[in-house]
């Protein structure tokens, strides 16, 4: 599923809303998420699951090609974990 099958279920969910109204409410879903993750905040969505940021250590990396050492900075990923009743729903329908 991307972002425009998204709106199309939330527009099949809630007929009486616009196409422009729910693009307006995925962005803003979105955007809030993006930046509070991006300011060092965790977000935690009871029943799907926690974004969070993570800090990597820097470390020497070898190049595939010619197998030198390569200098890896130390950077912030972005982390989801998924949470209890998202991974029970998951294993429910695949078994």
Do not use: C, H, W
Not at 20 to 35: C, E, M
Not at 48 to 75: C, L, M, S, T, Y
């Amino acid at each position: 599923m991307n972002k425009s099958d998204l709106i199309l279920k939330i527009l099949e969910s809630e007929p009486t809303l616009y196409k422009k109204d729910a693009t307006k409410i995925v962005d803003v879903f979105f955007d809030t998420i993006s930046k509070a993750i991006s300011n060092g905040e965790r977000v935690e969505l009871r029943g799907f699951g926690v974004f969070d940021v993570k800090q990597r250590q820097a470390r020497i990396a070898r190049n595939p090609k010619n197998g030198e050492a390569v200098a890896v900075p130390a950077k912030k990923v972005p982390f989801f974990r998924m949470g209890k009743n998202m991974k029970d729903r998951i294993n429910k329908t695949n078994s």
